[in-house]
Antibody, heavy 118, light 113 residues
């Protein structure tokens, strides 16, 4: 059974950056994709990007191009999301999740609340 | 505005059947990409409910079923129960900008009357 544990809540000032970690266990990390999805308060799900944990290939939503980076540390079975140039509308719960065939998002982390406020 | 369109809300009484639609286009559902459905209960992370248009992960009751036709998909819930109340999202992929962009529907709030 896959298990994804994310880092704790963050409060950031506008213009700065945040890094959220996602430590996985219970499966072979390099055999699956990791997805990052966010949810603003009272809003729906928004895809940010994914990483092929095996070869490190990434794909990002056009909505975040230039200020998002997804990386992974295979030795730690952990993925990281970095989002820069933070704005108040980046306030959201950020989720990491494990991909399952055929392109579904099977197991989700508990979410990390990032609050952007001056 | 979401690429996949869902009704904002649906409701039904316990025991009834409800359906949630997910309408896309030729660059996503109509292009042959699979549709997946997620359930998000209040205060919780989303949970995979249906994958590959109509398959259920182990542990998901057969009261939940998915289907797809053309550029649309649907989630049906039979024998509605109070604990089904929450938000439901469809998800697929889109190739209008580049291949394998993940797209979600805007979500549907299910109320059990």
């Amino acid at each position: 059974q896959a298990h994804l544990v994310q880092s704790g809540a963050e409060v950031k000032k506008p213009g700065t950056s945040v890094t959220v970690s996602c430590k996985t266990s219970g499966y072979t990390f390099t055999n699956y994709f990791i997805y990052w999805v966010r949810q603003a308060p009272g809003q729906g799900l928004e895809w940010m990007g994914w990483i092929n944990a095996g070869n490190g290939d990434t794909k990002y939503s056009q909505n975040f191009q230039g200020r998002v980076a997804i990386t992974r540390d295979t030795s730690a079975s952990t993925s990281y999301l970095e989002l820069g140039s933070l704005r108040s509308d980046d306030t959201a719960v950020y989720y990491c999740a494990k991909g399952v065939l055929p392109g579904a998002i099977g197991y989700w982390g508990q979410g990390t609340l990032v609050t952007v406020s001056s | 505005q979401s690429v996949l369109t869902q009704p904002p809300s649906v409701s039904g009484a316990p025991g009834q059947r409800v359906t949630i639609s997910c309408t896309g286009s030729s660059t996503n559902i109509g292009a042959g990409y699979d549709v997946h459905w997620y359930q998000q209960l209040p205060g919780a992370a989303p949970k995979l409910l249906v994958y590959g248009d109509s398959s259920r992960p182990s542990g998901v009751p057969d009261r939940f079923s998915g289907s797809k036709s053309g550029t649309s998909a649907s989630l049906a819930i039979t024998g509605l129960q109070p604990e089904d109340e929450g938000d439901y999202y469809c998800q697929s992929y889109d190739n209008s900008l580049s291949d394998w962009d993940v797209v979600f529907g805007g979500g549907t709030k299910l109320t059990v009357l």
